[in-house]
């Protein structure tokens, strides 16, 4: 039985906070439960040694906690463990994959294809990407209600398509994207897929094998874990093929003066002492999301997410951006005559957090013809009266702004 209210007790910060507090901003990153807390702790206070080279009892068990947070990771979206890469998040993710396999494998001319709709992290890697080997950007636009505009994929798949790297859910619009069927084009014209996985691994079932990805990125700070953690799958196949990212210890096999042979994927991208803390306490924040389950995670996200998506329609000065029939819990949106950043403080002094500003897509704020909007983003902890104080706080700051008569 999900009970909103027994899990809102494992989230330490509900008893830290006042009585009122709400937040609505967990697509920037979530809360995080006592359980990944003391993950966290256990390894800082019981056993915390570096793993891969210690060969005492405590050094074991680091090793044995980091490696079993990868074996988690790779249940948790139906993959084989040699191909979960544990990253800083999911922008150093891409960014793994534009250095160490698109600029060995991309030539003047070649095309990569992303959308109108990406977040920075999957805008400025190929940007940079694109200058240094010559490959040209091309952008599958959006329509207005916040989905992409598929209709001619002829123009955007070609023989020239080498790359194609989108995001899964929109961060903005909270549009999940027919991911699959991307996937299933770029190989269709001989090109690689990547997926920003950052907005739907948290919130539904994600399987590469399903997907047939080749590479899919992911952060754990916004799935109940730890900053500082993200993932990198990518398929066995093609990761041995790749030259390593970064180097430094752990990655290699042998290192003589002058040169060096690697180690077996995915340690071979894992150079220096890993992130062992975070990596443990996105292992356990995998075991939390399982004990409730994520499925119905899902379902009492979709819930709230309609009941807002009703409630905010109601309030005429308020402007809600995407229109998806398949979305996730994510509202971006705006108040008339009011900036969202005023919006945000004003929210925020009646205990109400929400996210004001451009998201980290600027083009789609261009293209929406605005400089920003308030966002607010739901998850497993949220209730339907979090939605309902929203609400009062946005009437009351139209009336404060003097919008009604
Ligand atoms: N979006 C938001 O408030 P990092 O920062 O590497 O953990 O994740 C980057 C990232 C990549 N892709 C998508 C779709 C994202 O939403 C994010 C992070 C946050 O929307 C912070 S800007």
Redesign the pocket.
């Known amino acids: 039985m999900f009970d909103v209210k027994i899990i809102r007790e494992d989230f330490p910060i509900f008893s830290k906070q006042s009585n009122d507090f709400v937040y609505l ?1 967990s ?2 990153t979530t809360l995080k439960p006592q359980f990944v807390i003391d993950a966290v702790n256990g390894y800082y206070s019981q056993y915390s040694a570096n793993v891969h080279r210690s060969i005492y009892t405590i050094g074991e068990q680091a090793t044995a906690a980091y490696e079993g947070s990868r074996k988690k990771v790779a249940d948790f979206i139906n993959a084989k463990d040699n191909s979960i890469i544990f990253t800083k ?4 993710s891409i960014n793994l994959v534009a250095y160490a396999w698109a600029r060995k494998n991309l030539k003047e001319g070649d095309e990569i294809l992303l959308t109108e709709m990406e ?1 920075h ?2 805008l400025i890697p190929w940007q940079l990407c694109a200058k240094e080997t010559g490959a040209i950007l091309k952008h599958i636009p959006f329509n207005e209600d916040g989905t992409l505009d598929l209709s001619e994929p002829e123009k955007w798949f070609t023989d020239k398509t080498k790359l194609v790297t989108v ?1 899964h ?3 903005v619009f909270g549009t999940i994207n027919p991911i699959k069927e991307i996937v299933k084009m770029a190989h269709d014209v001989g090109a690689i897929a990547i997926v ?1 996985a ?2 739907s691994v948290p919130h539904q079932k994600v399987d590469v094998q399903e997907l047939d990805c080749d590479f899919l990125a992911f ?1 754990g ?2 799935m109940l874990g730890p900053t500082g953690v ?1 993932i990198l799958y990518g398929k066995p196949e093609i990761l041995e093929t790749m030259n390593p990212f970064l180097g430094g210890g752990e990655m290699i096999k042998t290192v003589s003066l002058n040169e060096s042979t690697w180690n077996n994927i995915p340690w071979k991208f894992e150079a220096g002492t890993p992130n062992i803390a975070q990596a443990i306490g996105l292992g356990a924040a995998i075991d939390y999301i399982n004990s409730i389950g994520l499925e119905q995670i899902h379902q009492h996200e979709q819930l709230l997410l309609n009941y807002a998506l009703k409630k905010m329609q109601d309030i005429p000065e308020v402007t809600i951006y995407g229109a998806a029939s398949e979305r996730g819990a994510v509202i971006s949106f705006n108040v008339e005559n009011v900036h969202p950043h005023d919006l945000s403080q004003l929210l925020d002094n009646d205990g109400i957090a929400i ?1 004001a500003g451009h ?2 897509a600027q083009p789609i704020m261009k293209k929406l013809g605005v400089s920003a909007t308030g966002r607010a983003s739901l998850y497993l902890y949220n209730t339907k009266e979090d939605i309902d104080r929203l609400c009062e706080s946005i009437v009351k700051t139209v009336n404060f702004m003097g919008g009604r008569d």
């Open positions: 901003d697509a920037s998040g999911t922008t150093e977040h992290s999957n995001i859910q929109s961060n920003d950052a907005q952060s700070h916004k993200g996210r998201h980290c």
